[in-house]
């Protein structure tokens, strides 16, 4: 395994939503290798001494202060971390996996994400900004009551909302929305259920024959074809999906992470967790 | 640092330790802590963290004849002090995974115990045969919590006669030191294990996981793509303490002890209802380097009581046998 686990101190707890929730620590060594798409492992043992790494997307990472925080999601029963104090310190890990890899040309990014997995993604607006970039992030939720609040974003990001009640925003689908904003991204990346990332990748590979963009020209020889889990997959790819990463060796040992690629299955704590939506079968799963 | 006082006191007289532990066969190991299947892989992959020098054997993960792709995603979920999983038997099949690793096994201080898994007696045996003369492999685990193709999917395990097949059918096929490993699941644990012993197991192996369920949060579906899953980890302790102990109580040949062991204290449990060597599984998945602390912790124990060796620890919870197997019964017997 790689990073040795450091002692780091929860600096700031912040409810954000119903079994959301933010927690900071100062992890200084940490923050300033982090990057968006990759985790963090938090090493607390149970009361029956286990210790199950549990992985957390990053949320934010502030380098100058060493503050780096990470989205949790789900009841805090059974959740070792829930029972930590602002003061208090926990063995933590990482960076771990493969970041979220933004094509230099790139200057309109398109966040889309489903409910909690909002916290995948969160860095990279942050990220895409300091480079100049413009970004918009679409957001479905199942009502109101469960969208990710405006308040947690930058300024400069464009925040469009579908709950399936049709209680805010547009009424379904995070997915309708995609659509419209299609011509404007020149990159998009997402985080959420199976279902919407088979359709996200359906939407994908037909955008450019629905835009009415044309492939011209014939490759000479056989195309290129980068491994999975290579930088340069991620980069040359419309949409970059990142799955969750949560019960994990986080050494490529116990098989319990993998997702179905088209060469094979695929560990998400070696290959991923961020992957070229090509790369995976995600249109099987949906 | 000592004062002067203490430097010049006699020494403590340190008594030579022996930890090692026969487990037949001519299987050997250096002290009694072993690393559980499927907890580590192949080994190979953690050898940093694992410290090999220091633990008795690694059992690798379910290897098939043929390469499987196991179960759909999710794989693992979290239970109240455990995990379920349902790998599913993700292997790349026995020649790839010897030829990719028997070579570095055979250069590594320990031995590496390979556990098969299949779903008819023949290809069991099948495998065993092709480890004939393959260096680098010290033993054979037989994963009996396998369905039985030939019974229309029971597992091995659950059937004495069934278990005893098997066990027969592998110990004809190689004179490799063989371990079968049982599951708690078996109605009657010691009618399976005296099956497996009287067909010439060298060891028993106990216990694998135990079938579960966890929901997906929004309750639509299970939580696992195979749905259920084998549950492991500390919450599986008791019922593996009590399979270990009706085991260790009824036959002669040495027991491999396993469920949710995360501390010495765990350890020393199996130890006291009759087990020669304890296995690290899920606690080792988040922690690689425990199996080599707990060997580490067990040698200062039985320094700090002054012991020669660990087997003055092994069964001294078996004094009290219950009157009845657990088959008929436990907690409404009159
Ligand atoms: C992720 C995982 C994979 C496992 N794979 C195997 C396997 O391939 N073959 C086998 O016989 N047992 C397998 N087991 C069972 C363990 O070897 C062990 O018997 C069981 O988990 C109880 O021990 P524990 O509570 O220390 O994990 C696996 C367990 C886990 C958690
Ligand atoms: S988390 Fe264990 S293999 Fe990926």
């Not at chain 1, 790139?106 to 895409?128: F, M, N, S, Y």
Request: glycine content about 10%.
């Amino acid at each position: 395994m790689s990073a040795e686990p450091v002692a780091a101190e929860l600096v700031e707890r912040r409810v954000i939503l119903p079994d959301q929730r933010i927690d900071a620590f100062h992890a200084p060594a940490i923050a300033v290798s982090a990057r968006a798409g990759q985790v963090l492992q938090v090493l607390l043992a149970d009361d029956e001494g286990l210790v199950v790494r549990r992985a957390f997307a990053i949320n934010t990472v502030d380098p100058s202060t060493g503050v780096i925080s990470v989205h949790v999601a789900g009841p805090a029963r059974a959740d070792a971390l829930a029972r930590l104090r602002v003061g208090d310190r926990a063995p933590l890990a990482g960076p771990f996996g493969r970041p979220f890899e933004v094509d230099p040309r790139t200057t309109h990014i398109l966040l889309i994400a489903e409910g909690a997995a909002i916290g995948r993604l969160r860095l990279l607006a942050d990220e895409a900004l300091r480079e100049g970039r413009q970004v918009t992030v679409l957001l479905g939720a199942q009502s109101a009551r469960d969208v990710y609040p405006s308040t947690l974003l930058p300024d400069e990001v464009e925040y469009v909302v579908a709950t399936v009640d049709g209680s805010l925003g547009h009424p379904g689908s995070v997915a309708d929305l995609v659509p419209q904003y299609e011509a404007w991204a020149d990159q998009a990346f997402a985080a959420g259920s199976p279902a919407l990332l088979g359709k996200l990748a359906a939407l994908s590979a037909s955008r450019l024959t629905r835009m009415g963009v044309a492939k011209l020209g014939r490759r000479r020889g056989a195309a290129k074809v980068d491994p999975p889990g290579s930088p340069s997959a991620r980069r040359k790819s419309f949409l970059q999906v990142v799955v969750e990463l949560d019960v994990a060796c986080a050494a490529a040992t116990c098989l319990g992470c993998v997702v179905d690629g088209h060469a094979g299955l695929l560990r998400a704590c070696r290959e991923g967790p961020v992957f070229a939506a090509t790369e995976l079968s995600l249109e099987t799963v949906a | 640092m000592g004062g002067s006082g203490e430097a010049l006191a006699a020494p403590v007289p340190s008594v030579p330790l022996d930890l090692s532990v026969d487990l037949g066969s001519g299987l050997f190991l250096r002290n009694p802590i072993l690393v559980a299947s499927g907890a580590l892989g192949y080994g190979i992959e953690a050898e940093d963290d694992l410290a090999p020098e220091r633990i008795g054997a690694l059992v690798t993960r379910g290897t098939t004849l043929r390469g499987r792709t196991g179960n759909p995603a999710p794989r693992m979920a979290r239970t109240p002090a455990g995990l379920l999983n349902a790998i599913g038997l993700h292997n790349p099949g026995l020649a790839a995974v010897l030829e990719r690793f028997a070579e570095q096994w055979a250069r590594w201080p320990l031995p590496v115990i390979l556990n098969l898994a299949a779903d008819n007696v023949g290809e069991f045996a099948e495998m065993a045969r092709r480890l004939e003369g393959v260096l680098g492999i010290a033993g054979v685990e037989l994963n009996l919590s396998c369905p039985n193709a030939n019974r229309g999917g029971t597992l091995f395990a659950l059937e004495a006669d069934s278990a005893a097949a098997v066990t027969t059918a592998v110990r004809r096929a190689t004179a490799l030191p063989l371990l079968v490993k049982l599951s708690p699941a078996a109605p009657d644990p010691r009618a399976v294990a005296r099956a497996v012993a009287d067909s010439g197991a060298d060891a028993i192996s106990a216990v694998n996981t135990l079938p579960g369920l966890v929901l997906a949060a929004d309750r639509s579906r299970p939580a696992l793509g195979a749905a259920y899953g084998g549950l492991s980890g500390p919450a599986l302790r008791p019922i593996a303490l009590r399979v270990v102990h009706e085991i260790a109580t009824s036959v002669r040949i040495p027991v491999v002890a396993m469920g949710g062991v995360t501390t010495l204290s765990d350890v020393l449990d199996f130890l006291a209802v009759g087990a020669q060597a304890v296995a690290v599984g899920t606690a080792a998945i988040g922690d690689p380097g425990l199996p080599a602390r707990l060997a580490d912790e067990l040698e200062d124990e039985c320094q700090a009581r002054g012991l020669s060796s660990h087997l003055s620890l092994i069964g001294t919870a078996q004094g009290h046998r219950p009157g009845n197997p657990s088959a008929r019964g436990a907690e409404y017997r009159p």
